[in-house]
């Protein structure tokens, strides 16, 4: 698998849909989505730009288990956390709302893990993150 690419692609559809619904809510003079908006561009975009350029950047080796766990936490929490979000908010009457409210729950606690283990691997991979002499 390669993480830079998987979470490159997945934050520049995440710039896009942010985007989208950005205009939409200047066109439409609403701030209805505003919640969405932000957590779909600091999430899905920005946060997964910044995991993809630190995999680049960094030597972290192909076959860690950690940064595997690590690129997959993040790529479905952060789909979990958004369409959870949207689910809960706009609430389509498919489900029952406690549905929409786990799917945004437990989105968010994926999420969670993802930047936690982030945190972990800056301390374990210390060795391969250093500055250009």
Known sequence: MNRTKLLLRTSAIYALIGTFI??????????????????????????????????????????????????????FGTFGLTFGMYLY??????LPSVVYLIFYIVGG???????????VMTYMFGGVIKEKE
């Open 22 to 75: 950005g205009s939409h809510m200047a066109g439409a003079g609403s701030m209805l989505f505003r919640a969405i908006h932000a957590h779909i561009l600091v999430v899905g975009w920005l946060s997964l730009f910044a995991f993809a350029i630190f995999y680049r950047v960094f030597a972290i080796p192909k076959h860690s288990k950690m940064a595997n766990v690590q690129v997959w936490t993040a790529f």
């Open 109 to 119: 606690t994926v999420l969670v893990v993802s930047f936690i283990l982030f945190a």
């Open 89 to 94: 908010y706009f609430d389509p009457a498919i």
